[in-house]
Structures are given as structure tokens and as C-alpha cells.
């Protein structure tokens, strides 16, 4: 997770995206993979993948205002 957060950092969104992903085949419950994700897909102008990535890490933590506001912003 650090590596695909600093691969982001220095604007290597694909790769950090297939890291990510790589995380969520083995835990695809993960707060935090679900949500870079979304972010990720937004950045990548990959909005249905984004929308669907949000609403997932709000089934996992409906309390998340971050994923809640990243999906209004879709």
C-alpha cells in the first residue's frame, strides 16, 4: 500500500493502479485500497470504475465523509 501511495506521489498513476489492484484481488474488503482506487480511476478520468470503487469502501465503512464526498464529486 505504501508503494502504490508513493507512486502516486511522484505521478506514476498505472503502476500505483496495478498495485492496487494486486491488494484488492487478495483483500477486496479494504478500506483504504477501495478508496485509493477510486481516487486512482477518478485521476484516470475512469469514472464509472471510480463510482463503483467509492460506493464499495462505503459498504465497507459507511461512516467514511472522505468516500461519501470523493463519490459526490462524481
Known amino acids: ?3 502504490a501511495l508513493l507512486l502516486c506521489k511522484i505521478g506514476d498513476l498505472k503502476q500505483a493502479e496495478k498495485i492496487i489492484d494486486e491488494i484488492l484481488e487478495k483483500h477486496p474488503f479494504h ?3 477501495l478508496f485509493l482506487a ?3 480511476r477518478a485521476q484516470l478520468n475512469k469514472t464509472a470504475d471510480a463510482i463503483r470503487l467509492f460506493k464499495q469502501a462505503l459498504h465497507v465503512n459507511p461512516a467514511s465523509s472522505d468516500a461519501s464526498y470523493n463519490l459526490a464529486l462524481m
Open 38 to 40: 477510486g481516487i486512482l
Open 1 to 3: 500500500m505504501q508503494t
Open 31 to 33: 478500506f483504504d485500497a
